[in-house]
């Protein structure tokens, strides 16, 4: 923290590792997009695509201007946050593990594919989204960005209602049995 107890260590640690994440992501998710595309796979919701990629982008830059400008602090909580975060981030890689070569950021749907019931998707329908949405309220409930987590995890669970629809509706028109997810 620096003098006015802004936890600015903390903020810069959790947005390197944030930034790695997700660069890294998109080039797995490209990668397998590219090969799930070669082998037939079509893709829906090209148009929401933009609105999460601008959400997720503008997340950081409002936790960082929460913390900077608006003095947000750290709570009594801190540890509860640091858990929810480390199983939100737990319970993704999980998912993203358990659909391999099938995971990416977009909706791809390839006609004949199984549904998948390993891993966390013996639970839950969606553990990926479930991860997220854990993630945009913990991460920065842990720098005492409320606001931020208001915002964020309200247009998150708004965004992921046009999403999940999304993918339903394409794995219904595909007429296979439809994956949790597979973004």
């Given at each position: 923290m620096?003098?006015?107890?802004?936890?600015?260590?903390g903020?810069?640690?959790?947005?390197?590792?944030?930034?790695?994440?997700?660069?890294?992501?998109?080039?797995?998710?490209?990668?397998?997009?590219?090969?799930?595309?070669?082998?037939g796979?079509?893709?829906?919701?090209?148009?929401?695509?933009?609105?999460?990629?601008?959400?997720?982008?503008?997340?950081?830059?409002?936790?960082?201007?929460?913390?900077?400008?608006?003095?947000?602090?750290?709570?009594?909580?801190?540890?509860?946050?640091?858990?929810?975060?480390?199983?939100?981030?737990?319970?993704?890689?999980?998912?993203?593990?358990?659909?391999?070569?099938?995971?990416?950021?977009?909706?791809?749907?390839?006609?004949?594919?199984?549904?998948?019931?390993?891993?966390?998707?013996?639970?839950?329908?969606?553990?990926?989204?479930?991860?997220?949405?854990?993630?945009?309220?913990?991460?920065?409930?842990?720098?005492?960005?409320?606001?931020?987590?208001?915002?964020?995890?309200?247009?998150?669970?708004?965004?992921?209602?046009?999403?999940?629809?999304?993918?339903?509706?394409?794995?219904?028109?595909?007429?296979?049995?439809?994956?949790?997810?597979l973004?």
């Open positions: 620096n003098g006015e107890g802004v936890p600015v260590a903020l810069v640690a959790y947005l390197l590792i944030l930034i790695t994440q997700r660069v890294s992501e998109l080039f797995v998710s490209a990668r397998n997009a590219r090969r799930l595309l070669a082998r796979a079509r893709e829906h919701g090209r148009e929401h695509y933009p609105l999460l990629v601008l959400l997720h982008t503008l997340f950081p830059i409002a936790l960082v201007a929460e913390v900077l400008v608006l003095h947000a602090r750290p709570g009594r909580l801190v540890p509860l946050w640091i858990t929810l975060l480390l199983a939100a981030q737990i319970l993704r890689y999980a998912a993203m593990r358990t659909l391999g070569g099938r995971w990416t950021t977009r909706v791809l749907v390839l006609p004949g594919s199984s549904l998948v019931r390993a891993g966390p998707y013996r639970w839950l329908r969606h553990p990926n989204y479930v991860a997220v949405v854990i993630e945009f309220l913990a991460a920065p409930l842990l720098f005492g960005a409320w606001r931020t987590a208001l915002v964020f995890s309200l247009a998150d669970l708004l965004a992921l209602r046009v999403r999940i629809r999304c993918e339903e509706r394409a794995l219904r028109t595909a007429e296979v049995e439809p994956p949790p997810a973004c």
